[in-house]
């Protein structure tokens, strides 16, 4: 698929964040959703990445903390999708995908759930 500009792959997922049920986002305390073009390493391999301490981790976390943070990447998500709607569900199944990992929920559990 074509290459978006950061900014309409940024409305892309405020659109799909805004579609996703109130039970799941309702309860992401701390937490900041970014986009960026690449991971660090350059590869296409990873679509998103959680950031942060599970909630089923946290001890003595409390006020003051730095926000976790869940990216989404732009390009390895554009560079997988066939056009615009294929898009969109990649983008929403990373996002359920990353939100899982806030609430404690890892890969081979999302793997059985069907969403990794």
Avoid: C
Avoid at 5 to 31: C, H, I, Q, R, S
Avoid at 54 to 77: H, S
């Amino acid at each position: 698929m074509d290459a978006l500009t950061e900014d309409e792959f940024e409305k892309l997922v405020v659109d799909e964040l805004d579609a996703l049920p109130d039970e799941m986002v309702d309860g992401l305390d701390n937490v900041v959703f970014v986009t960026e073009a690449r991971p660090e390493d350059g590869s296409l391999d990873l679509l998103g990445l959680y950031d942060g301490v599970a909630i089923t981790e946290r001890g003595q976390y409390g006020f003051g903390e730095l926000p976790d943070r869940i990216i989404l990447y732009r390009e390895p998500l554009a560079d997988i999708s066939e056009d615009l709607d294929d898009l969109k569900d990649q983008i929403h199944i990373t996002l359920v995908h990353e939100i899982a990992h806030f609430y404690g929920i890892d890969d081979d559990e999302l793997h059985r759930l069907g969403w990794a």
